[in-house]
């Protein structure tokens, strides 16, 4: 780990009210203490102040000043890196914050890389690497369920759960090789019976975090989402509701959306990647055609597909077509046109579809509150709780789970066939390093290096 004082500019580099420079590092005192004065002119002496305190005054290099500031005293060990911290706020002009970090690198300091004094708390072990990760996660947040999630992370829920996983694990590997060097002490007979019921309830546990992934990744991401029908069946009209503006053209011609048209939204609570897409139909129009191929396409790969039916038309083979996009997946079907004369009936499209169909009008904007509703039903229960539950976000974690998960199979298969201890050994440590990369106890520099190469300067 480089030890030298590092410095960069911690807020967004645009025209606004402060911007802040931080530096962390053994020589933040000596260098602060070469550029500050007082109001009165005077210097100070910041090694000798109490930690956490703000102190009034100017930046200057050598006799010109550069900005009137507030500097923040932070001392080791209560910091964020746990090193010596100290942030210069000055006024936010992109000049001036620039001149003051280029006067604390002059005096000593070097500049910081991407993400290093989120990697100095995690080397310095005030956190781990899932919180580190949280960090960035909550920087780059879209949405209120993303940020909620990550805050819990970094509140340490991934680190427990993993945590109390691992000591299990481990508990068990140090009685056998304990039973294994002193067979004459320690007794192994019925072990492997204990060791399976604990096995079995570890491989749950970690079946229960992989279950979490894909709200987590929904939570993070938003849920990919299309939207389906004929042509004509007012999917580009819904589209526009839910955006709040008219993002589609909407004509009475048939076939009017030929391609797909891609829109990030938040309903309530829950963020849906839309895309609306050409209707659905046999068509002997080539264009049309390869935007009826994209949809089918895009449909494969959703997380919820929204299925528009217009009730005013009898359905046909092209909707028994769609219907059979729909079936193994989840979806939601929406009756439209409910404003006008009803020859579809909800009952018999539920029955057809084996989905829940919500009535609706587009065109009056109604029912837009119990779509929101139905979607939160289908996906997370109705409620999202930030309090017990953990929830996975991260591939990499989701990876590692995995992978752990492998590892418990291994020695339960061992014990179930009889094979000697020291296999079970060799399996439960693979386990136990596996998930131990996901709190950072068994990872190696260069995957340290690139989880922090993504952060953004000055964190």
Known sequence: MKTETIAAISTAMSNAGISI???????????????????????????????????????????????????????????YTRENIIEIDCHGGVIVTKKILETVIKYGARPAEPGEFTKRAFLNGRIDLSQAEAVIDIINAKNEMALKSSVSQLKGTVLTKIKEIRENIIRDVAFIEAALDDPEHISIDGFSDELLKRVEENWKELNHLLESADNGRIMKEGIRTVILGKPNAG???????????????????????????????????????????AGIR????????????????????????????????????????????????????????????????????????????LEISAKEEKGMDLLEHTIKEMFFHGEISFNDEVYITNIRHKSAIIEGMKSLEQVKESILNGMPEDFYSIDLMSAYETLGEIIGEAVGEDLVNTIFSEFCMGK
């Open 21 to 79: 420079v931080r530096m962390s590092g053994d020589d933040v005192f000596s260098i602060i203490d070469q550029i500050f004065v007082t109001r009165t002119g005077k210097k100070k002496a910041f090694s000798e102040v109490e930690s956490h305190t703000i102190h009034y005054g100017y930046i200057k290099d050598e006799n010109d000043v550069i900005d009137e500031v507030l500097v923040m005293v932070m001392k080791a060990p209560n910091t």
């Open 235 to 277: 999917k580009s009209s819904l589209l526009n509701v839910l955006v709040g503006e008219e993002r589609a053209i909407v004509t009475e011609i048939e076939g009017t959306t030929r391609d797909t048209l891609e829109e990030s939204i938040h309903l309530g609570e829950v963020v849906l990647n839309l895309i609306d897409t």
């Open 282 to 357: 046999k068509t002997e129009d080539y264009v049309e055609k390869i935007g009826v191929d994209k949809a089918k396409t895009f449909a494969k790969d959703a997380d919820l597909l929204i299925y528009v039916v217009d009730a005013s038309v009898e359905l046909d083979e092209n909707d028994r077509e769609i219907i059979d996009l729909i079936k193994d997946k989840k979806a939601i079907v929406l009756l439209n046109k409910t404003d006008l004369n009803k020859v579809v009936k909800k009952d018999e499209l539920e029955k057809l579809t084996g989905k829940t169909v």
